[in-house]
Each structure stands twice: as C-alpha cells, then as structure tokens.
Nanobody
Framework: QVQLVESGGGLVQAGGSLRLSCAAS????????MGWFRQAPGKEREFVAA????????YYADSMKGRFTISRDNAKNTVYLQMNSLRPEDTAVYYC??????????????????????WGQGTQVTVSS
C-alpha cells in the first residue's frame, strides 16, 4: 500500500521560506510522478508542481515559477517543495500525491488532480502579512 506523509508546514511571515517534505513508501516509483497541490479555504485544489521520478523532470504552475522548487531524493524516497518569497495568498493546505506517468506521457499531464492515485494527508502552510 502506497503511503505519502507530508511534513514541514507551519507559520511563516511574508517573504519567508519553508521546505515541505513528502516521504513515499509502499512501492518503487520509477514510472511515477510526484506532485504537489494546495487548497485554500473556499477554493478548489490547485496544482503547484510535479516531478517525474525517473529523470527528475519538473513542471510548475505558472504562478509558482521562480519561487517554488520541487526536487526528489531517490535514496530517501522523498520529494521536497522549497518555497521562497512566500505571500499571504500562499496560505493553504499542501498535499503530496503520486500517479503513474509512463515515459511516453508528457509531464504536463501531472497538472490534473484527476490522474493521481494516492494522496497524503496534507500539511498546513500559513503565511502572515
């Protein structure tokens, strides 16, 4: 059974940084992609970034480019989301998720939440002004 456990959320002032972690277990992820999504109160779940496990190719929502960086550590089966220059509007619950992504599938497919099979429990990020 796949398990995804997020950590690293918390309260930070605007302009600050946080690094979220997602520890994955339960299978090998070579043919998978890992994604980060977020959901603010009263809003729909929003794509943040994704990474292809095999090869490390990344994809970002336009509004996150330049501030957020997704990466992975193969040895630890862990995906990270480094968030810099945080803004109050970044306040949300951040979720880690994984989905199959074959080599012939374009990484842009990772932007849709519908394709993900497994989700973590979420970690709260609150940015104060």
């Amino acid at each position: 059974q796949v398990q995804l456990v997020e950590s690293g959320g918390g309260l930070v002032q605007a302009g600050g940084s946080l690094r979220l972690s997602c520890a994955a277990s339960g299978r090998t992820f070579n043919s998978y992609a890992m994604g980060w999504f977020r959901q603010a109160p009263g809003k729909e779940r929003e794509f943040v970034a994704a990474i292809r496990w095999n090869g490390g190719y990344t994809y970002y929502a336009d509004s996150m480019k330049g501030r957020f960086t997704i990466s992975r550590d193969n040895a630890k089966n862990t995906v990270y989301l480094q968030m810099n220059s945080l803004r109050p509007e970044d306040t949300a619950v951040y979720y880690c998720a994984c989905r199959p992504l074959s080599s012939w599938q374009h990484i842009t497919m990772t932007a849709s939440a519908a394709g993900y099979d497994y989700w973590g429990q979420g970690t709260q990020v609150t940015v104060s002004s």
